[in-house]
Nanobody, 124 residues
Framework: QVQLSESGGGMVLAGGSLRLSCLVD????????VSWFRQAPGKEREFVAG?????????YADSAKGRFTISRDGTTGATVVLEMKSLKFEDTAVYYC????????????????WGQGTQVTVSS
């Protein structure tokens, strides 16, 4: 079992950058894939990026490719960072980190551990 907590959200102008962090607290942290999802008002929660427990493999939604980078600290694997650049108005959403044992999945189930979310607002 793990607990997740996000930080780093805020407001930024279009074209700007933000860095989100997810702290993964629990035993056998390296066994868990961690992903970022986001949910805009009136829309479904969607996958943004994911990283395996080893940190060696990453996955991105098409909307994130080339602009977002997900990484995981090499020592403990307990901190997962989402670096977001060239932000657009449509990136505005609540961003959640989520964890599941094993491989990254790009759908909301089967993630069974979720953070509380952090707001990202991009103004145009």
């Amino acid at each position: 079992q793990v607990q997740l907590s996000e930080s780093g959200g805020g407001m930024v102008l279009a074209g700007g950058s933000l860095r989100l962090s997810c702290l993964v607290d629990g035993r056998t942290v390296r066994g868990y894939a961690v992903s970022w999802f986001r949910q805009a008002p009136g829309k479904e929660r969607e996958f943004v990026a994911g990283i395996m427990g080893s940190g060696r493999m990453t996955y991105y939604a098409d909307s994130a490719k080339g602009r977002f980078t997900i990484s995981r600290d090499g020592t403990t694997g307990a901190t997962v960072v989402l670096e977001m650049k060239s932000l657009k108005f449509e990136d505005t959403a609540v961003y959640y980190c989520a964890a599941k044992f094993g491989a990254v999945a790009t759908t909301r189930p089967p993630y069974n551990y979720w953070g509380q979310g952090t707001q990202v607002t991009v103004s145009s």
